[in-house]
């Protein structure tokens, strides 16, 4: 069976500081690996993925993850938080089917 | 990049109304395409998984005959809630796979639909 786990509900961060969304995976298998976007009532928005290639996976508006197999983790980074990163994010895991993470509601303060 | 189109984007019905969602891969054939439903601030919840000519599999809990998926062709699902009612209301949201793609595992998600029962 294939799981995630984000590891925190909501996040906080100042404009211009580093963000930091954790996310935590379970598979017996070699995970493909996904981070998603959604802002308020819009639809999901890919931002990057990881699929056994490079373990530093660089996405879309500064964000990258890094997979790390000994501590099954994807968590997604960005050094400087920008106002419009204020969302809701996914973090997700497919097989044959795709589960997604609980979601981090990230919260930028000007 | 593969996309996937979903109709429409908002819609209000009554209740006791059935309302139709279409869902379709625009540049690609997918023969299994995969329902969501998201309720406020929550995550997304498989509903269903819908094989082109054939019947869909739907997850525990989900009502079959609530929710009718039809699959009739390689580029197009549809998600029929019958009888709707307000607890209906949510955001459905449409994913696709690629088969002919270079991840075999990856989805491609729709922009969902807002569906409000009054």
């Known amino acids: 069976a294939q799981s995630v786990t984000q590891l925190d509900s909501h996040v906080s961060v100042s404009e211009g500081t580093p963000v930091l969304l954790r996310c935590n995976y379970s598979s017996s298998y070699s995970p493909s690996l996904f981070w998603y976007v959604q802002h308020p009532n819009k639809g999901l928005q890919l931002l990057l993925k990881y699929t056994s290639a490079a373990t530093l996976v660089k996405g879309i508006n500064g964000f990258e993850a890094e997979f790390k197999k000994s501590e099954t983790s994807f968590h997604l980074t960005k050094p400087s938080a920008h106002m419009s990163d204020a969302a809701e994010y996914f973090c997700g895991i497919s097989g044959n089917q795709f589960y997604f993470g609980t979601g981090t509601s990230l919260t930028v303060i000007p | 990049g593969a996309v996937v189109s979903q109709h429409p984007s908002r819609v209000i019905c009554k209740s006791g109304t059935s309302v139709k969602i279409e869902c379709r891969s625009l540049?690609?054939?997918?023969?299994?395409m995969f329902w969501y439903r998201q309720f406020p601030k929550q995550s997304l919840m498989l509903m269903a998984t819908?094989?082109?000519?054939?019947?869909?599999?739907?997850e525990q809990g989900v009502e079959k005959d609530k929710f009718l998926i039809n699959h009739a062709s390689l580029t197009l699902s549809t998600l029929t809630v019958t009888s709707a009612h307000p607890e209906d209301s949510s955001f459905y949201i449409c994913?696709?796979?690629?088969?002919?793609?270079?991840?075999?595992?990856?989805?491609?998600f729709g922009p969902g639909t807002r569906l409000t029962v009054t």
């Open positions: 819908s094989n082109e000519g054939s019947k869909a599999t739907y």
């Open positions: 994913s696709a796979r690629d088969p002919g793609g270079g991840s075999s595992y990856e989805q491609y």
């Open positions: 540049d690609f054939q997918a023969t299994t």
